[in-house]
């Protein structure tokens, strides 16, 4: 069992339904911002973009989420996950994993940027008996020279 950042109800149905793999690992990650990102890049959408190695998911490490230690505290624990030197971050998600018990004492309290490189995410466990694990995914873009063009 486990908890994840969700699609946003915003999110297009056009995105949602893509059939693509690279799509489709967005939606098990809940990114958001990466589905949205296949509308942005062009008619290929993420996918395209993914093919020719312009914008990938970075998966950080999985980190433990300790169980509560009792007295009203719940154990906590935080996660990043980093672009590669020469991408910047465009988006981002994270994932709580609940251990053997009921997900609702695992929670995903925050996931957010950190700078242009990282994404950030805390969870905690209210649970006193089982850890769990939280995991943060970055959506990576690679840095490119576009051409300006200026009107008259």
Known sequence: ????????????LAVRNKETPVVKRAMKYGLAAAATA????????????????TMHIVEG?????PKAPGNGYAGDAAASAKCPAGEVLTGGGAEVKAGNSYVARYNLSASRPIGNETWWAYGTNTD???AGTIQAFAVCAKVTNLDVVHTP
């Open 1 to 12: 069992m486990h908890r994840r950042a969700l699609w946003s109800p915003m999110t297009p």
């Open 38 to 53: 296949a509308m942005l890049v062009g008619s290929g959408g993420f996918a395209a973009a993914a093919g020719t190695g």
């Open 61 to 65: 490490p999985k980190v433990p989420l």
């Open 128 to 130: 006193p008996t089982d």
